[in-house]
């Protein structure tokens, strides 16, 4: 079975610095990793993802990932946020083997960018 | 830009009765999911659906709950008897292929069981 674990509830910012949302999987096969962002009274859309190749992996809105096998982390990252980053990250993954797709999602992380 | 559409955005119902969600996903997609988040808690998988059959269901989607592809363009979730635990937002994804590929989510169905 996979789980996925997002370490932090809420992160709140001030707009410009920096921000880190942790996420840590546990799996015993191979997964494909995703973010997914979700505005207040929207859905849930993708930021970036992780099939395979290069570790680094940029998304949208100036996001980007590393996925660390050995650490089975795929931490997101954005050097600058804005006002408009405010809201829930969810961090994902899909086992590889999986026919259907089926996402794994974390628990959801909360950021807050305050002026 | 193409969208998954879900109806109605808001449901409130009484305990034991029967709720159907609906969706319409993108058009060329194959694959198509419900997912639900209870407050404060994960989005968790309820079902897969694949050429208009279940391909994989969770330990949630019991005998209360089905899925269906009336007419080919929209996707239905049935509850047929609500409970309060019920009380939930409810999000529709398709997408063109499994696994690899991006869920496009709809913007969910807020199910409020009283």
């Known amino acids: 079975a996979q789980s996925v674990t997002q370490l932090d509830s809420q992160v709140p910012v001030f707009e410009e610095a920096p921000v880190e949302l942790r996420c840590n999987y546990s799996?015993?096969?191979?997964?494909?990793l995703f973010w997914y962002v979700q505005y207040p009274n929207q859905g849930l859309q993708l930021l970036l993802k992780?099939?395979?190749?290069?570790?680094l992996v940029k998304g949208i809105n100036g996001f980007e990932a590393e996925f660390n096998k050995s650490q089975t982390s795929f931490h997101l990252r954005k050097p600058s946020v804005h006002i408009s980053d405010t809201a829930e990250y969810f961090c994902?993954?899909?086992?590889?083997?999986?026919?259907?797709?089926?996402?794994?999602f974390g628990q959801g992380t909360e950021l807050s960018v305050k002026p | 830009e193409p969208e998954v559409t879900q109806t109605p955005s808001h449901q409130v119902t009484q305990m034991g009765q029967e709720v159907i969600l609906r969706c319409v996903p993108i058009?060329?997609?194959?694959?198509f999911y419900w997912y639900r988040q209870i407050l404060g808690q994960k989005v968790e998988f309820l079902v897969s659906?694949?050429?208009?059959?279940?391909?994989?269901k969770s330990e949630i989607f019991d005998d209360q709950f089905s899925v269906e592809r009336p007419d080919g363009s929209n996707f239905t979730l049935k509850i047929r008897s609500t409970k309060l635990e019920d009380s939930a937002m409810y999000f529709c994804?398709?997408?063109?292929?499994?696994?690899?590929?991006?869920?496009?989510f709809g913007q969910g169905t807020r199910l409020t069981v009283v």
């Open positions: 994804a398709s997408s063109p292929q499994p696994r690899g590929t991006e869920a496009f």
């Open positions: 799996s015993s096969v191979s997964v494909y």
């Open positions: 992780y099939l395979s190749g290069s570790t």
């Open positions: 994902a993954v899909v086992p590889i083997y999986n026919q259907g797709g089926k996402l794994i």
């Open positions: 058009s060329n997609h194959l694959y």
């Open positions: 659906f694949y050429n208009n059959e279940i391909s994989e």
